[in-house]
């Protein structure tokens, strides 16, 4: 465990984000949102420390204006990137001390990457690929309702460029949703994954909001790093997992495509009125090329599903291992979290040998009786 928040706060713990420095030090966030918090006027992250391997963490930072917020390291510098609020600015800070202090996005030679407008995002990847840094970002300004509000957007700098400057940044166009899509059962497309597919091209995988789920939609950007290119007809692709938030990435050993999902099992399927509400599975997905994936194993599990949940779980390779935060919805003294949702947990989880795992793997997880040997104490 990395964080608790009691419910009775009111306070949530969202956006969970992980980076490894190059001292080996393991950073981890997340932000805060719920009515206790300020989201929508000003975000908080908070910033950890572990020195021993994800055994132990301590808090170092408290980032105000900082809202669905990624870290990473690039060029030997860890960055935290994401809004400054709750439908808020673009802006990027950059920590000189592994997370204790922070530049202050106030200008746009300082991190303040958009000066107006509203976006959505999530802790997501960065990719290096041609010569430059990437990202998905969605702006929020299509609609006030939820899912139809959103429509993605990929963001560029080139490698050595000061990513501080705003005019270090290139955006694509906006790519617009039709509400007709999927026989009209779409609802929305957000907080998307960016690739470098097999062929070079780039391409945003991003999480589709259906009721059944099973659906990510594949956004390619065309060679200007301008277009994008979608085909409702051939680019929705089969997705355990696809209606709530997922992180994938490119395996730097294989070329192959990773990712952990909320896959719903059957026998949880019919637990609550819509998939994207269902989190109590934390499942590997694997990829030979970013389009046709295929479930790998369960790696987390509860039997409950309402009050249960491994959600926005952002994660990195090391080695042979993947290493994983998760806002976690668990049992506590004070009742536990009141929804799978409202996690009140930040966990660290480590999964070995990630790339022998197979669906034999999950024979002993989902018996009779409920238990599960996958299940974590916290």
Not at 50 to 65: H, K, L, N, Q, Y
Not at 130 to 135: A, N, P, V
């Amino acid at each position: 465990m990395i964080r608790h928040l009691s419910s009775e706060s009111r306070q949530y713990i969202g956006s969970p984000s992980l980076a490894v420095l190059p001292d080996g030090s393991y950073v981890a966030s997340h932000d805060v949102f719920g009515p206790g918090t300020e989201e929508m006027d000003s975000g908080k992250t908070l910033i950890y420390e572990s020195s021993d391997c994800g055994e132990t963490w301590e808090e170092i930072a408290v980032v105000r204006s900082a809202f669905w917020s990624n870290l990473f390291v690039h060029e030997g510098c860890l960055y935290l990137m994401g809004t400054t609020h709750h439908h808020g600015l673009v802006v990027i800070r950059r920590s000189d001390d592994g997370g204790h202090t922070w530049s202050i996005p106030a200008t746009p030679e300082t991190g303040l990457l958009t000066p107006y407008g509203q976006f959505h995002t999530a802790p997501v990847p960065m990719l290096i690929h041609r010569g430059r840094i990437w990202r998905s970002i969605e702006d929020a300004t299509a609609s006030t309702s939820w899912g139809v509000r959103y429509n993605p957007m990929i963001m560029s700098a080139p490698l050595g460029a000061d990513l501080l400057r705003q005019d270090s940044w290139s955006f694509s166009q906006i790519f617009r949703q039709e509400s007709d899509w999927l026989k009209g059962s779409f609802g929305g497309w957000l907080e998307g994954n960016v690739l470098a597919l097999p062929d070079g091209r780039i391409a945003n995988l991003l999480r589709v909001d259906i009721d059944q789920g099973g659906v990510a939609a594949l956004v390619t950007l065309g060679s200007d790093g301008k277009s994008l290119r979608f085909d409702p007809d051939r680019d929705f692709v089969d997705f355990p997992g696809g209606a709530t938030k997922f992180t994938v990435r490119k395996d730097p050993v294989t070329g192959s495509y990773w990712g952990l999902v909320n896959a719903v099992p059957s026998h949880h399927a019919k637990d609550l009125p819509r998939h994207t509400f269902i989190r109590n599975t934390l499942s590997l997905l694997y990829s030979e090329d970013g389009r046709q994936w295929e479930l790998r194993s369960t790696v987390l599990y509860h039997p409950e599903a309402k009050r249960h949940g491994f959600q926005y779980v952002d994660w990195l390779f090391e080695g042979e291992d993947i290493l994983a935060v998760s806002r976690t919805a668990w049992d506590d003294a004070s009742g536990g979290a009141p929804n799978q949702h409202d996690a009140n947990f930040l966990t660290f989880h480590r999964i070995r040998d990630f790339r022998s795992l197979n669906p034999e793997n999950d024979s002993e997880i989902f018996s009779t009786n409920g238990d599960s040997s996958k299940s974590i104490c916290i």
